[in-house]
């Protein structure tokens, strides 16, 4: 049965992914686009802190964290976003459904694999800027996914270690649109960038019980700077726009546009937490990322610089009794959270930062600990000063951890 639900779950996510882009945000039109969150829905429903491992759930944002598990898992996930756009005069609401990660994780003794397939990166906007005699249209579409293998080791029963290799691939179409008033024809630029290279991440973790029923975790990530291959395209055209609203190109010339190196730059997360095992946890994590070092892949824009960014979160997890035989909802795991995050991004003088409070449920379905994680956030980013757009999101998160028993020897059939 369950294999069945894993199976209709995931042509069903996947159909919606497919059909809609990851983002809306007007703020993906920089650098790579909007970096997605790399972690399971089980994390951001808790703040998205990566410290929390446990046996039986995959943990994607720490490597080392793999080499803890004592079953077969497999996780998927979805997400729809509401979001609403605002500036000092206007606003307009947007929706995005996308497919979050598709995940397996393999426990083999001391040692632990996981392999899977994660959003990236998104850029998806439509901007529009309107002068006295033209309005000029911005759209952008794309983005990064990446395709990763962890394997961790358990050097002792309290210490592990892991190393994440991911391959980075995709591309991002910038297109801009000017008309003039009187002009009978209007021109169009489009900037196509693929994009591909290999990022590695190592991971630490130390658990250890303080006291009888106390367990303290901490965990360490560091991502080292990496080169992407950026192979860039622009053509411009000449428009003319029908009566019927569709721009047909009249003329078109491919402009000459050196290939660069895109660098991505390093990032290092800390985290710690307490907890009783199988019952609550609260943890908080800080990640600073050299956002400094960012760069748009073939073209500067004057207002626009990248300075370092962090991120502070902090979540947990209550569960009433795990084993509970007579009631449902006290195996059911309550998850809450909240981050705030420096994006790194400067326009107009004016920082993007993000916001996001989270909360969910794991709900256990059949055996062997497998649940379906449902998950919900309120947040917001950027800001209305300086002609910019502050954006109001609320998203839903569903996923499902599967859990099964490999290379288990029957005595009967």
């Known amino acids: 049965m369950l294999k069945r639900v894993f199976i209709a779950f995931m042509l069903l996510i996947t159909g919606l992914a497919m059909a809609q882009q ?134 002792t029963p309290h210490f592990s270690m892991g190393v994440d290799a991911n391959y980075n691939f995709g591309n991002i179409e910038n297109i801009a649109s000017t ?24 991971g630490a973790i130390y658990k250890t019980m303080i006291s009888e029923g106390l367990e303290l975790i901490s965990s360490v990530v560091f991502t080292p700077e990496t080169q992407f291959k950026s192979e860039n395209t622009r ?13 047909t190109p009249i003329d078109s010339r491919d402009i000459d546009v050196m290939d660069t190196d895109f660098t991505f730059p390093s990032q290092i997360s800390l985290g710690g937490g307490i907890g009783k095992p199988k019952k609550w946890f609260v943890g908080g994590e800080f990640t600073s990322q050299k956002t400094s070092n960012f760069t748009n892949r073939t073209f500067d824009l004057e207002n626009v610089s990248f300075v370092d960014g962090n991120k502070f979160k902090i979540g947990g997890f209550y569960i009433p009794n795990y084993n509970s035989l007579g009631s449902f909802w006290k195996r059911v795991v309550y998850r809450g959270g909240f ?64 859990n099964d028993r490999w290379f288990e020897k029957r005595y009967y059939d």
């Open 22 to 155: 990851g983002t809306t945000s007007p703020y993906s039109f920089f650098g790579i686009g909007t970096l997605k969150f790399k972690g399971t829905i089980e994390n951001r429903a808790m703040g998205g802190i990566g410290v929390y491992s446990d046996s039986i759930h995959l943990n994607i944002q720490n490597p080392a964290a793999v080499a803890g598990l004592q079953l077969v898992t497999y996780s998927l996930a979805g997400s729809h976003q509401f979001n609403t756009l605002s500036t000092s005069s206007e606003s307009q609401n947007a929706t995005t459904t996308s497919l979050d990660y598709l995940a397996l994780g393999i426990p083999m003794g001391k040692f632990g694999a996981s392999f899977g397939l994660i959003p990236y990166t998104s850029s998806g906007y439509k901007l529009q800027n309107e002068n006295e005699d033209s309005v000029t249209r911005y759209e952008g579409t794309g983005g990064l996914n990446k395709a990763f293998f962890q394997l961790a080791y358990q050097i």
């Open 235 to 247: 053509v411009l055209e000449t428009t003319l726009t029908l009566p019927s609203g569709t721009v």
């Open 339 to 402: 981050r705030f995050e420096e994006t790194g991004i400067v326009i107009n003088g004016e920082a993007i930062n993000e916001f996001g409070i989270s909360f969910g449920v794991g709900l256990p379905v059949g055996r062997l600990f497998s649940n379906i994680n449902l998950s919900f956030e309120l947040g917001r980013r950027g800001t209305t000063n300086a002609g910019l757009v502050k954006e109001t999101f609320f998203n839903t998160f569903i996923s499902l951890s599967l």
């Open 179 to 202: 008309e003039q008033e009187g002009v009978q024809f209007g021109t169009r630029e489009t900037n196509v960038s693929n994009l591909a290279g290999f990022s590695y991440n190592f």
